[in-house]
Nanobody, 124 residues
Framework: QVQLVESGGGLVQAGGSLRLSCAAS????????MGWFRQAPGKEREFVAA????????YNADSVKGRFTISRDNAKNTVYLQMNSLKPEDTAVYYC?????????????????WGQGTQVTVSS
């Protein structure tokens, strides 16, 4: 069992930056792939970024490439999402997720554990 708690969301102007954190409980954090997803009002939850258990590989949605960076610190049981050059269309609730599936790292169905989400609002 893994429990995930996100933090770092808030209100920021377009062009600004935020760093989201996701703290995980449990001693097996380093064995999980970790992902960030987001859900805007009236829309489905969508993939944002993911990182393998070792941190050796990262993946980003096309909409955030060059602006968002995912990283992890296994010693601190924490995964981060650095978000730069934020746009109003980035406004959403951001969720952290953990999974051990070997299949598509970008698919939300392949993540077993989810945090409660943190709101990110970007004003124009």
């Amino acid at each position: 069992q893994v429990q995930l708690v996100e933090s770092g969301g808030g209100l920021v102007q377009a062009g600004g930056s935020l760093r989201l954190s996701c703290a995980a409980s449990g001693r097996t954090f380093s064995t999980y792939r970790m992902g960030w997803f987001r859900q805007a009002p009236g829309k489905e939850r969508e993939f944002v970024a993911a990182i393998t258990w070792s941190g050796g590989s990262t993946y980003n949605a096309d909409s955030v490439k060059g602006r968002f960076t995912i990283s992890r610190d296994n010693a601190k049981n924490t995964v981060y999402l650095q978000m730069n050059s934020l746009k109003p269309e980035d406004t959403a609730v951001y969720y952290c997720a953990a999974g051990s599936s070997i299949y598509d790292i970008k698919a939300k169905g392949n993540y077993a554990y989810w945090g409660q989400g943190t709101q990110v609002t970007v004003s124009s």
